[in-house]
């Protein structure tokens, strides 16, 4: 489903008939945070023209405070209107998503959005016409207590593609999908995860730009509802100890005007060779990629054997343990999924990384390593070493360090967002660091 591209007349028009009182104009800073700058109807006018200015330097990673004027350029192809009630007299909100322009009307560096679109450029000047991205976000529900704040109770003791009484959240989910399709999403499924108390909603693939805008405004939805029932959504990797943790799997396909370029029957595995040069370049910067796709300390708690997600470097199309898999999907649907990213990941900077890292692969015609067609947690490392299997980064530390030792990814998102969020990951791991935990006090206290 292609997002209708909406004229500043047409917009104006809506609102007046919809009786919308506020716009909502979102961005997203470069640690991946939404943030917005809610304006009144009278200033509509102010908006569309790209007029909308804003304190730059209280965002995360933007400006210094004497650099702090900048401009909201809406993308009008992304207007809507909140679906759900806002104030008791009918009054409605609608959202525009904006790009991040200096005070000289220059796309700022600094914003995830304009490095995203550079990358795309970058791959439609080597022929691509489309970088197509499908998501599988997964996320906990909690209660809240009588004050509205979260517990660590999870909402039900459900499992995999449970119904009720297991399942005590698909009223939500229900909800969630009625939500986001009137919001123009196209849900191909929803379901019970693995864990207690989580849970998967899928939409349909779309251009990257347009999906990394969906996972923003799907988090905001799914935040929304879940509270409306009486339960907090995290998105947070790990919650909980000891269970499986939340992913966001990622498929991606790039096609030119002949179609699908990963697609060529005449293989063996039905992939084209842009596909296994795509594939190797995704190999050789995983590592990189890995602080983009994974980046809280809480992270690598998930990336850990014994939960199904990938803690090694390698792909396979026969099983789901390694980093990469190869869905049995053939024609428009032959794709990649990179299994390591998770929902705390910025989408527009994570996927920018993803692109530019296959791209390099398609340039340099790297080929892959063997495709892995066994557990790999039950290889010995003896046997990983055989295979040419390596580590993913095992603490967000570790990640920084792989990523800013990585110019192809560094120069995806650019000099200005790789400094600030690798100054920032830094001081967080810092702070950690410095953390006395439970387990801790636990194993150590009595015994030294």
């Given amino acids: 489903m292609v997002r209708k591209a909406y004229s500043k007349e047409e917009i104006k028009t809506i609102v007046a008939q919809e009786n919308v009182e506020f716009i909502r104009v979102t961005f997203t800073d470069v640690l991946g945070a939404i943030k917005n700058v809610e304006v009144p109807i009278s200033q ?168 990394a805008d969906k996972i923003q405004t799907f988090k905001l939805v799914v935040k929304t509802i879940a509270r409306k029932n009486g339960y907090y959504a995290t998105f947070m990797p790990k919650p909980v100890a000891g269970i499986n943790g939340s992913g966001m799997h990622t498929n991606m396909s790039l096609f030119t005007e002949k179609g699908n370029a990963f697609e060529d029957k005449s293989d063996e595995m039905g992939l084209s060779q842009t596909a296994y040069h795509f594939l190797g370049g995704l190999l050789a910067h995983a590592t990189a990629i890995t602080a983009l796709a994974n980046p809280t300390v809480n992270s690598y708690k998930r990336l850990t054997p014994g939960f199904e997600a990938p803690v090694y470097v390698a792909w396979s199309a026969s099983n789901r343990s390694p980093m990469i898999r ?63 299997i390596t580590n993913l980064p095992d603490t967000l530390l570790a990640a920084v360090s792989d990523l800013s030792e990585d110019p192809i990814v560094i120069n995806a998102i650019g000099n200005h967002i790789a400094d600030k969020f690798i100054e920032a990951k830094k001081i967080e791991y810092t702070s950690y660091r410095q953390f006395v935990s439970k387990w801790e006090i636990d194993n150590y206290l009595d015994n030294y």
């Fill in 326 to 388: 190869i869905p049995a999907s053939r024609g428009q649907s032959t794709r990649l999924e990179l299994r390591t990213v998770d929902p705390t990941a910025n989408p527009y900077t994570t996927l920018a990384a993803i692109l530019m890292a296959g791209l390099d692969g398609v340039d340099r015609e790297l080929e892959p390593t063997a495709s892995v067609d066994k557990n790999i947690y039950l290889m010995d490392e003896n046997e990983r070493k055989r295979a040419g």
């Fill in 44 to 211: 509509l006018d102010k908006v569309l023209d790209n007029n909308l200015m804003f304190d730059g330097s209280s965002i995360e990673g933007f400006v210094r405070i004497n650099e702090s004027d900048m401009y909201l350029y809406p993308d009008l192809s992304t207007f809507m209107i909140f679906p759900w009630a806002t104030d008791s007299h009918g009054g409605k909100v609608a959202r525009l998503i904006a790009d991040v322009y200096t005070a000289d009307r220059e796309p700022f560096a600094g914003d995830p959005r304009h490095a995203l679109r550079s990358a795309l450029a970058k791959a439609k000047e080597e022929g691509f016409t489309a970088f197509n991205v499908g998501t599988e976000p997964e996320f906990f529900l909690f209660k809240l207590d009588e004050n509205g704040k979260p517990t660590m109770e999870l909402n039900d003791k459900g499992g995999y593609f449970d119904l009720a009484p297991l399942d005590m959240g698909e009223n939500v989910r229900r909800e969630i999908v009625l939500t986001l399709e009137k919001m123009n999403f196209e849900v191909e499924a929803a379901h019970h995860e693995v864990a207690e108390g989580q849970h998967e909603v899928d939409f349909k693939y779309t251009n990257a730009l347009e999906a």
